[in-house]
């Protein structure tokens, strides 16, 4: 049977990445590293099969698009607006550094000036799938960390697309090809620099063209975008809701990069903020999610493609001076501007390791290099090491912030709110005064129905959010809130969970939630633990780690309906279905329970005591 390229690319892109990545996860490893180990071996620098190496790149495109798209869907307007005052000046600071210190290595190899210039610039650029990898890993882009970093990451594609488009026009300048075909033009002083050809028209259309950009996304999406998502939903067709938001998101991004010039990700990026506006935005990201992270994978694979082993013999010295500037003269370059705006050193911390690896516009600026005759083939293969290595040190660079960096006290870090305004010497966080309370984690669609139960009932509990527009509220209700995530050491000290009766994880992350009652288990053996799952599997999962309460999303919303359906069963009354509750988070009744009941198994048939759930995420 005849096999397309497109087919066997992505099986044996898939394949080999779960084998590689599950593998990684068992030796606790990122499964990033796996990916990039599955490209390598489908790699033409490597015996036995070589995958499609135009088609690879083309399809983690797709990838980096959905990713930006459901970035772009958590955003605002507001939000990007509010981070420029560092995002601007910290990238651009960042980049001038990191650019110069490449162009210092170029010189030590004996390379032109052409060449120097581009290699640093290739290596000034931090990676969009990389960067936003880390900070979902630790639920952090929703957080005033994580809008700096994608802000910051915003204003480096801009540079990039700048960069990519003036390259050409002044390569003849740097002793490379006019135009990419051209013999070299000897520079020629303020007059070549004034030619309107070269520079100053291809500067001017450029930014034309970004403000154009910006001004149809912003005028023309905000109208057109919602309106298309609002018309599908009326019909009550999952399938085309679906296929209407990957257009959406595929469309813009194709049609920003063909009329704009801009990249696919930046377009991507905007028509889902300006989808953020609408109340579908939720639903849309979540119809994203399985594509998304399929060809988010495909972009790992494909830069293990490109990558020559042998490189790491040939050119060790300069293989190691290329990652140190990644990896150290980056990090420290954006740790030194962020604690120079006044942030604290977690944030800066953050910040700094987010970007200390390189991607996708790093081949593409090479790429065009060598097209120029700027930067010799060397400079590509060391852009290439630098980037798979400092991909595969990115997770332990954070891993190291973990545990180390992070400001510390005698009970862990501190909180991100707690210490906003404090530097690492601050205090010690205090640990709640309650006793025999209820620790409640997340404060979404199923934590503010939980803790809106607990707090008619007059059960003393306490909130743990990482989200700080959610602490915000929370505090102004009069809720006691630790802000952060479960995960960090220290956060479940200060919520005093050793003292505490009930913990309830209302995350809907199964490996999140194991984790978390892992550790609560550990703290107070006689704690009783409540969690959300989606699956028999999930519950198992949660089991084996000690919840002894397990709600399936489901399985308690068919008990629901069928338990009304039962007693409004021969009663003259009973409403009309237009009359029922409309709002999935709308509890069924008007009597919220006001205890947690504990769950044999997950199989027990329902009681009519049972609290009713409805799982409709966070």
């Not at 991004?253 to 930046?266: C, H, K």
């Not at 399929?294 to 010295?317: E, K, T, W, Y």
Request: charge should be negative; aromatic fraction near 6%; hydrophobic fraction near 50%.
């Amino acid at each position: 049977m005849h096999h397309t390229s497109l087919i066997a690319t992505i099986v044996a892109g898939l394949g080999l990445a779960f084998i590689f990545g599950t593998l990684a996860q068992r030796v606790r490893l990122s499964p990033l590293v796996g990916y990039l180990v599955a490209g390598i071996l489908i790699g033409p620098f490597t015996p036995g099969y070589v995958a499609d190496q135009e088609l690879a790149p083309q399809l983690a495109e797709i990838g980096v698009i959905l990713l930006m798209f459901g970035v772009g869907l958590h955003f605002s307007l507001a939000d990007l607006l509010a981070v420029r005052a560092i995002a601007i000046p910290g990238a651009v600071g960042q980049m001038v550094i990191a650019t110069g210190l490449g162009m210092g290595l170029a010189w030590l190899l004996g390379w032109p000036m052409g060449g120097g210039l581009v290699f640093g610039l290739a290596l000034s650029v931090a990676s969009t799938v990389v960067l936003l990898r880390a900070l979902q890993e630790r639920r952090l882009v929703e957080t005033e960390k994580g809008r700096i970093a994608v802000g910051w990451l915003i204003v480096e594609d801009l540079a990039m697309v700048l960069a990519l488009v003036l390259l050409p026009a002044v390569a003849g300048l740097l002793g490379g090809k006019a135009d990419g075909g051209a013999a070299p033009v000897a520079p020629g002083g303020l007059a070549a620099w004034l030619n309107p050809q070269s520079v100053w028209a291809v500067l001017g259309l450029t930014l034309l063209k970004l403000v154009g950009f910006v001004a149809a996304m912003l005028v023309v999406g905000r109208r057109v975008i919602p309106w298309i998502l609002h018309y599908v939903a009326h019909t009550g067709s999952r399938e085309l809701f679906r296929l209407s938001v990957l257009a959406i998101a595929l469309g813009c991004a194709f049609g920003s990069a063909e009329l704009f010039g801009v990249s696919f990700a930046l377009g991507a990026f905007f028509a889902g903020m300006i989808l953020a506006e609408s109340p579908l935005s939720h639903q849309a990201a979540q119809e994203t999610l399985p594509l998304r992270d399929a060809f988010a994978v495909l972009f790992f694979v494909s830069v293990g493609m490109l990558f020559d082993p042998s490189i790491l013999i040939r050119q060790p010295g300069p293989v190691l001076a290329t990652l140190g500037i990644i990896v150290i003269g980056k990090s420290l370059a954006a740790l030194a501007i962020v604690r120079a705006f006044g942030h604290p050193l977690s944030t800066a911390l953050t910040i700094s390791a987010s970007l200390a690896q390189i991607g996708e516009f790093s081949f593409i600026l090479a790429t065009l290099g060598i097209s120029l005759g700027l930067l010799p083939e060397a400079g590509r293969d060391l852009v290439l090491a630098g980037a798979l290595l400092s991909i595969i040190l990115n997770p332990l660079v954070f891993a190291a912030i973990d545990r180390w960096g992070a400001p510390r006290t005698e009970g862990g870090p501190l909180p991100r709110a707690a210490s906003d305004d404090l530097e690492s010497e601050a205090p010690i966080l205090p640990r709640t005064a309650l006793v025999g309370h209820t620790v409640l984690v997340g404060h979404g669609r199923v934590g503010s129905l939980v803790a809106r139960s607990l707090r008619d009932a007059g059960t003393p509990f306490l909130v743990i959010e990482e989200r700080d527009g959610a602490v915000e509220r929370l505090r102004r209700d009069g809720m006691e809130v630790i802000a952060g995530s479960a995960g960090q050491p220290g956060l479940l000290d200060a919520a005093n969970l050793g003292s505490a009766r009930w913990l309830i994880s209302a995350i809907p992350n199964p490996f999140e939630a194991s984790n978390l009652i892992e550790a609560g288990r550990a703290a107070n053996p006689n704690l009783r633990i409540v969690a959300r799952a989606h699956s028999d599997a999930e519950v198992e999962h949660l089991r084996r780690y000690g919840a002894d309460y397990i709600v399936v999303g489901e399985r308690e919303i068919a008990r629901g309906m069928a338990a009304y359906v039962s007693g409004a069963i021969g009663d003259d009354d009973m409403p009309a279905p237009s009359a029922l509750p409309a709002r999935p988070e709308e509890p069924a009744s008007r009597e919220e329970p006001s205890t947690l009941r504990e769950l044999d198994t997950p199989d027990t048939p329902a009681r009519s005591d049972d609290p009713v759930v409805a799982d409709t995420g966070r």
